[in-house]
Structures are given as C-alpha cells and as structure tokens.
C-alpha cells in the first residue's frame, strides 16, 4: 500500500459545491479541512446533494462510525476490525453517489483509511477476467430490501461509463468464473491500493461508484461521521480508460 498524504487530494470547500463536484468528476475522491462541528458537516453535505437515508443513520442522515459491539457482516465498520474494500449499499439499486467521511478523533494506532480506483482495476486486467466481471448477472448483492443481481463492473450513464459495485463478505455471491478471476481482480485492486489517515477537522469526499474505500483496524476511541449522499449532477461511474 502506498501511504499519501492529505494535500495530494485537498480541495479547498471554500470555493463552492461546483468545484468540489468538478474535482469529483475528474478524480473521484478529495479531502478537506475547515469544518468545526456536525451541523457544518450537514449544511456542507446538503450543497453537494440530497442526503441519503441509512439502517445507521440518525435523524439528521449521520452515520457515527466507532467501535462498537460486533454484529456480523454488514456491521464490520462500526467495529474497530479492518474493513474489505467495498463500495458501500451494493444490495440496493440505486446505492449513493458520494460518502463523505468526516474525523472527530483518530485513533491511538492503525485506522487508516484505504482506497482503489475502480478506472485503474478495470483498465489493467486482461480481458477473460473483465468479461467475467461484467457479465450481467453474474453477481449477487444482498442488503437492501431485495437481492440486486448484477456485476461487479455494470454500464451506466452512456457509452463507455462504468459503475462500479463490490463487497467481499456474506452478503456478496458470484458466479464460478468471476470466483476464479477474483485472484487477478485482487491481484489488481492491490497493485493500485492507497491510504492516508485523518486528523481531526478532516474528511473525505469519495464516488462511491468508482473508489472502494475501506480501512485498517485500529485501537483507540476512533470516531468518524458519515454521510452518504445522493448528487444528481455528478456523472456516473467513470470512463473506462487503456491500460
């Protein structure tokens, strides 16, 4: 994993909602600084889009993201264990464009943050294993109300865009010859992995239909606010680009 730091990715939020998005469109994932409270968070969110209702989410469409009793699966992320690259609500149809992920306080050690983009994978594996990852109905997705069937790699938005939508736990199933291409398609989600870490009054703005996202355990009183976000002008997927 190659460890970056912050500023590679800053944006400055000062400048409106517009070049926030504009940077989204191009990159996929920016971080930030600046915001003092969760109210701020909020207000910030909402310039961006619609705020996506969640099974954790409070009133206000925050999700407090700490370490709490384990679950199972699909609860993993308000533990203190790592967390798999995924993108997040792949059970449901229509998952949300954007996350944001916002520091209260970091961890004593490990909680790094961890990312792929989804463009690099898909333009650097061989052609056997992207056509098993794409084949429509070729993955199951478990979550939301009903199964979604579809694939890891899914057309959306016009000629030659791509979506992206992964997990790797007991709510995701696939078929045998995307089972046997997972070691090329972890091969590649690897050889592309990155991760920087939080301080507090910093955050992240990920497109959740490109970058898995995830994170290293941790130790400590590590608290995160999420919001997920629903942002009808930003594009969706990616352009799938050459190796």
């Known amino acids: 994993m190659e460890l970056y ?12 909602p517009a070049v926030i998005l504009a940077r989204l ?3 996929g994932l920016v971080t930030f600084n600046g915001l003092a409270s969760r109210q701020e968070l909020v207000e910030f969110a909402r310039t961006l889009g619609t705020i996506y209702q969640h099974r954790d989410s409070q009133g206000d469409g925050v999700t407090v993201v700490a370490d709490q009793a384990a679950q199972g699966d699909g609860y993993l992320g308000l533990t203190n264990s790592a967390l798999t690259l ?4 792949s059970g449901v149809a229509a998952p949300p464009g954007l996350i944001i992920l916002y520091c209260e306080h970091k961890a004593e050690d490990g909680g790094l943050s961890t ?16 056509d098993a990852l794409q084949r429509a ?14 694939a890891v790699f899914e057309p959306v938005g016009g000629p030659g865009r791509v979506a992206l939508r992964f997990r790797y736990d007991s709510y995701g199933y696939f078929a045998p010859d995307v089972v046997e291409a997972l070691p090329h398609w972890w091969e590649a989600v690897n050889a592309h992995l ?25 130790v400590g009183s590590r608290s995160m606010l999420r919001v997920l976000i629903d942002a009808p002008e930003m594009p969706k997927g990616f352009r799938a680009i050459s190796a």
């Not at 730091?5 to 409106?16: A, E, P, Q, W, Y």
């Not at 109905?137 to 579809?150: K, M, Q, T, V």
């Open 86 to 89: 995924h993108t997040d609500r």
């Open 194 to 218: 990155i991760g920087f870490r939080l301080n507090p009054g910093s955050g992240y703005i990920v497109q959740n239909d490109r970058w898995l996202h995830g994170r290293t355990a941790f």
């Open 5 to 16: 730091d912050l500023d590679r990715f800053h944006v400055n939020i000062g400048r409106g």
């Open 25 to 27: 469109a191009d990159h």
């Open 115 to 130: 990312f792929t983009d989804g463009a690099r994978v898909h333009a650097t594996l061989d052609g056997q294993t992207l």
């Open 137 to 150: 109905h070729s993955a199951i997705f478990f979550g939301g109300d009903e199964p979604y069937r579809g």
